[in-house]
């Protein structure tokens, strides 16, 4: 019954900047771990970036400095602004979430959205 939507994606030349946003619909838990991956043609899924509850973030190292990801609670909304954007950064993104307060020890994500195109030109 939880679904997770995607929005903001688009095209964008590099060095530029874009907002994703993730509004999850019939989400019922207090707290959450939320997450964003990117998948590129031909290339394995990568975990960008987490965020819990009380807003403790880690990203993967490719984008540290740029990207920022963030959770509204009250709005159930999960956020990841990408600053200086690179060709390499161009990719489906998916956001996805876990009922956890904390985002420590969480290995699997039950809820996945339908992903946002990102794509980053020359």
């Known amino acids: 019954q939880v679904q997770l939507v995607e929005s903001g994606g688009g095209s964008v030349q590099a060095g530029g900047s874009l907002r994703l946003s993730c509004a999850a619909i019939?989400?019922?838990?207090?707290?959450?771990?939320g997450a964003w991956f990117r998948q590129a043609p031909g290339k394995e899924r990568e975990e960008v970036a987490r965020v819990d509850s009380d807003g403790r973030a880690t990203y993967t190292d490719s984008v540290k400095g740029r990207f920022t990801i963030s959770q509204d609670n009250a709005k159930n909304t999960l956020y990841l602004q990408m600053n200086s954007l690179k060709p390499e950064d161009t990719a489906m993104y998916y956001c996805?979430?876990?009922?956890?307060?904390?985002?420590?020890?969480?290995?699997?994500?039950?809820?996945w959205g339908q992903g946002t195109q990102v794509t980053v030109s020359s």
């Open positions: 019939g989400y019922s838990h207090m707290w959450y771990c």
């Open positions: 996805a979430a876990a009922p956890y307060r904390t985002c420590a020890y969480v290995r699997e994500f039950p809820y």
